[in-house]
């Protein structure tokens, strides 16, 4: 779900009375839909609580998110989670980008995985 549609059910629930804390990595969004508690993760889109199959970092971003609820003394409140994706805190300026050295090798695997795709759930007319 996009995170602007979260934080606006957030700010929903939380004028209904029932406290929130939304965990993304869209911060400008976020921040600006004033959401009152937000727990920061610097990861592309679609890790909102760490790298896949690291249950030590994704428990950790979830108690993070836990402890924010339960401790935030002011609305607005923005705290960021500890980590970096892969450690390269600069990883948007390599995350899936396309070279002329690895062009053909992504260009194959994509192929395959529409390949698998469409054996898996043909498309029908």
């Known amino acids: 779900m996009c995170h602007q549609t979260v934080s606006l059910i957030a700010r929903y629930l ?18 600006y839909c004033a ?3 937000f727990v920061f993760t610097d990861f ?3 890790n909102p609580t ?9 428990k950790t971003i979830v108690a993070q998110a836990l402890n924010l609820l339960e401790t935030a003394t002011a609305p607005r409140t923005t705290i960021t ?14 995350y ?3 070279t002329p050295e690895n062009a053909e090798y992504l260009a194959r695997k994509g192929e395959e995985r529409r390949r698998k795709m469409t054996a898996k759930a ?3 007319e």
Do not use: C, Y
Request: hydrophobic share 35%.
């Open 35 to 37: 959401v009152p508690r």
């Open 96 to 98: 899936n980008r396309v």
């Open 14 to 31: 939380e004028q209904n009375g029932i406290p929130t804390v939304v965990i993304g990595s869209a911060r400008d969004i976020v921040e």
């Open 81 to 94: 989670a500890p980590f970096t994706w892969n450690g390269t805190p600069d990883w948007r300026g390599v």
């Open 50 to 58: 760490g790298l896949p199959w690291q249950p030590d970092m994704q």
């Open 122 to 124: 043909p498309i029908k």
């Open 44 to 46: 592309p889109l679609g």
